[in-house]
Antibody
Framework: QLQLQESGPGLVKPSETLSLTCTVS??????????WGWIRQPPGKGLEWIGS???????YYNPSLKSRVTISVDTSKNQFSLKVSSVTAADTAVYYC?????????WGQGSLVTVSS | EIVLTQSPGTLSLSPGERVTLSCRAS???????LAWYQQKPGQAPRLLIY???SRATGIPDRFSGSGSGTDFTLTISRLEPEDYAVYYC?????????FGQGTKVEFK
């Protein structure tokens, strides 16, 4: 059974960089045709797709966040990562990692990141 | 960028009732690229329907999806207590993924 687990700091200061890692277990991250994505959910609000990375390392970003987001993959560790720079309070959210191309079929449990000084 | 608009925002229903949720796209979406999710408080979303009408693994057959082009529907034939949740549609197109804003199904 594939499992995804987010990890990273729960508190980030304004203007700094938010960094999260998603560790995939129960399957290889480099299997052909799978994409790996990040989705966030501000408290009490809906889901927002942040970006995705393909098995080969091609990246795709939400245009509204593209200038501040970087997603990378480390196949040796079976992990992929998210960085969001210059964060503000508006970036406070539960961040989910997920597997998917046309749809997201496996999700992590989510990691709450609060932006506050 | 394709915008998905879900309606209604909230539905107040009793167990046993039939539920119909709408997802309308700002431009045509391939049915292959349309999915539905269920999210309960404190939990990650769960994939219910993909390809507009195919149930994901383990999803009860009271859940069904339909539609094409710009109009898609998620139907729960008979609402069970465990179905009270927020439902989201999602589409993929031109290397972008977008979600609708969600419909909350609450207990009446």
């Amino acid at each position: 059974q594939l499992q995804l687990q987010e990890s990273g700091p729960g508190l980030v200061k304004p203007s700094e960089t938010l960094s999260l890692t998603c560790t995939v277990s129960g399957g290889s991250i480099s299997i052909y045709s799978y994409y790996w994505g990040w989705i966030r959910q501000p408290p009490g609000k809906g889901l927002e797709w942040i970006g995705s990375i393909s098995y080969s390392g091609n990246t795709y970003y939400n245009p509204s966040l593209k200038s501040r987001v970087t997603i990378s993959v480390d196949t040796s560790k079976n992990q992929f990562s998210l960085k969001v720079s210059s964060v503000t309070a508006a970036d406070t959210a539960v961040y989910y990692c997920a597997r998917g191309w046309l749809r997201f079929d496996y999700w992590g449990q989510g990691s709450l990141v609060t932006v506050s000084s | 960028e394709i915008v998905l608009t879900q309606s209604p925002g909230t539905l107040s229903l009793s167990p046993g009732e039939r539920v119909t949720l709408s997802c309308r796209a700002s431009q045509s979406v391939s049915s292959t690229y349309l999915a539905w999710y269920q999210q309960k408080p404190g939990q990650a979303p769960r994939l219910l329907i993909y390809g507009a009408s195919s149930r994901a693994t383990g999803i009860p057959d009271r859940f069904s999806g339909s539609g094409s082009g710009t109009d898609f529907t998620l139907t729960i034939s008979r609402l069970e207590p465990e179905d009270y949740a927020v439902y989201y549609c999602q589409q993929y197109g031109s290397s972008l993924w977008t979600f609708g804003q969600g419909t909350k199904v609450e207990f009446k």
